[in-house]
């Protein structure tokens, strides 16, 4: 009874133990359906001839690898050992031993009959439709979802596999050198009052070195060393030495 | 009709669910419950005597404007409509036990169908037929379970003392055996429905 999910799971090592359930909700139910078809009284069950039939029934339907067939085997196959044995001289002592097998199936039928008048009462429900009829959901395959380690790894490959062009960003330390530009501007200036931006850049510029150059003319800017000058939108920009440095 | 049973009906027909008798009195705070009560009977008769194709049906806590049963099949026949489909045996066996002895743990159901049912729990759960609604005192603390409006709406009956007594069957059902402390909020559910 506290085995997991059974019937669904096999206790063999081979293949997966699929049992359809259509015919039995699970081994009360078998047991009832065996006592209705021999017309038997719950209350004085011939153990013996049930517990056999029992037996051949799950064997017949493959029912005999699940767990809560097998423990209601094991516990019919008990009972019957246990009627064979020899009663004390007077019945009124006896316990039989089939007391707590009829309860449970008196109060199993109780359920039924209960699940069956829900059943009549939804199917008699359906028949009164609500406002606003949504379609129903498509089927969802049933939980839980079962994956193995094979098929996870199959997945994650052929994820790995669909990335065409990995992205590599290589990462360089201190791309900028703001100081070398500097000295050049200063360098520059030094000699004459107006350089353009093309020079201060310095032959064959990479990315980096505009970049530099930039910093460094509005850090010389800020501190008053130099005003950077566009005449026209679009036209390149002069670079003017102020007056402030010459007096140095 | 009168001006609050016409209210009431746009409520009911706008509203695709069934409403209660205190949301509906939402919609006239100036009225008792009692004569909302007595509006949604006006309505109800005013359906029936006209033989409109749709009437008041009181379930799950209150009141929905649903179709006749007659009309069912040219519905369905025509795809304006469809019938929700069956619970399964499986399904149907743990909503009776969940019905009739909550608040209930797993093991106790499992008990009484001789099957272990985690599946079916959860299958009942995420149709919103039923709810957890406690916890056990006992070992582990096992959560209990019972069942919802939604559960109700499913049957077509206004609570849970609509379903049959359990003696109204043929076969007397065990007393529950007491599984949370008596001051329970659930534990008292479960008295008065008894």
């Not at chain 1, 032959?203 to 460094?216: K, Y």
Request: negative net charge.
């Amino acid at each position: 009874m506290t085995a997991p999910e059974a019937p669904s799971l096999g206790l063999g090592s081979g293949n997966a133990f699929v049992v359809e359930l259509e015919q039995f909700t699970g081994p009360l139910d078998l047991l009832l359906h065996l006592l209705r078809e021999e017309q038997i009284e719950i209350s004085d069950i011939p153990i013996a001839r049930i517990a056999d039939q029992f037996l051949r029934v799950i064997h017949e339907l493959g029912l005999n690898q699940a767990a809560d067939y097998l423990e209601m085997a094991s516990r019919l196959v008990r009972l019957k050992a246990q009627m064979l044995l020899p009663r004390p001289g007077d019945e009124e002592g006896w316990e039989d031993p089939r007391a707590e097998l009829v309860r449970r199936l008196l109060e199993y039928q109780h359920i039924k009959e209960i699940a069956l008048w829900m059943d009549r009462m939804a199917d008699r429900r359906s028949l009164r439709m609500p406002r606003g009829y949504l379609p129903p959901p498509p089927e969802l395959p049933p939980p839980p979802l079962t994956l193995d380690l094979l098929e996870v790894l199959g997945a994650v490959e052929r994820v790995i596999a669909g990335i065409l062009h990995p992205v590599m960003h290589s990462v360089v330390a201190r791309p900028l050198n703001v100081e070398a530009a500097t000295g050049r501007i200063q360098a520059l200036l030094a000699e004459r009052d107006e350089i353009s931006w093309a020079e201060a850049l310095g032959p064959a510029p990479s990315i980096t070195d505009v970049l530099s150059t930039l910093l460094a003319l509005l850090e010389m800017a800020r501190r008053g060393q130099l005003v950077v000058r566009q005449p026209a939108p679009f036209t390149p920009l002069v670079i003017r030495r102020e007056p402030a440095l010459a007096a140095d | 009709m009168n001006p609050l049973s016409q209210l009431i009906e746009a409520a009911l027909f706008s509203a695709a669910r069934p409403l209660t008798l205190e949301e509906l009195n939402d919609l006239d705070p100036d009225v008792s419950l009692a004569e909302v009560r007595a509006a949604v009977d006006q309505l109800r008769e005013h359906y029936d005597f006209d033989g409109h194709g749709v009437e008041v049906v009181e379930l799950g806590g209150g009141f929905q404007i649903l179709t006749r049963p007659a009309l069912a099949s040219a519905l369905e026949r025509a795809r304006v409509a469809q019938r929700s489909s069956r619970l399964t045996a499986a399904m149907l066996e743990t909503l009776a036990v969940i019905a009739y002895r909550q608040p209930v743990g797993r093991a106790e159901i499992e008990d009484i169908r001789g099957v272990s049912g985690a599946g079916v729990l959860r299958t009942l759960q995420e149709r919103g037929l039923i709810e957890v609604v406690g916890r056990s005192e006992g070992m582990g603390r096992p959560l209990l379970y019972g069942t919802t409006p939604l559960f109700l709406e499913l049957l077509g009956i206004a609570d849970l003392g609509n379903l049959p007594r359990a003696d109204e069957f043929a076969i007397a059902l065990q007393p529950p055996t007491p599984t949370v402390s008596p001051d329970s909020d659930a534990a008292a559910y479960v008295e008065a429905d008894a």
